[in-house]
């Protein structure tokens, strides 16, 4: 079984900045993907950013410019760099883990996170 624990949430004023991060614990021995999504009260929750293992990176839209992603594989963590935080960007950030193996061979598995809420207001 594998874990994925955030931690960093939190209130900010607009303009402010925060650091999310996600550290996945368990049987792993590799993780494709790791990315973070978030949900606004009354909206469907929406990719924020991903990065591969290789370190290819996306993001939405609404972030590019704003916000970094990265990660560190030996440690299974990936981290979201949030600046110039808006008041739109309030929501509960979720982390992800996609296509994640624990024994080589096997089948990669998908996990979420429990979320940790951003608050983004005066």
């Known amino acids: 079984q594998v874990q994925l624990a955030e931690s960093g949430g939190g209130l900010v004023q607009p303009g402010g900045s925060l650091r999310l991060s996600c550290a996945a614990s368990?049987?792993?021995?590799?993780?494709?993907?790791m990315g973070w999504y978030r949900q606004a009260p009354g909206k469907e929750r929406e990719l924020v950013a991903s990065i591969t293992s290789d370190g290819s990176t996306m993001f939405a839209d609404s972030v590019k410019g704003r916000f970094t992603i990265s990660r560190v594989n030996a440690k299974n963590t990936v981290y979201l760099q949030m600046d110039s935080l808006k008041p739109e960007d309030t929501a509960v950030y979720y982390c992800n883990a996609r296509g994640v193996v624990s024994n080589p061979g096997h089948h990669g598995m998908d996990y979420w996170g429990k979320g940790t809420l951003v608050t983004v207001s005066l």
């Open positions: 368990g049987s792993i021995f590799s993780i494709n993907v």
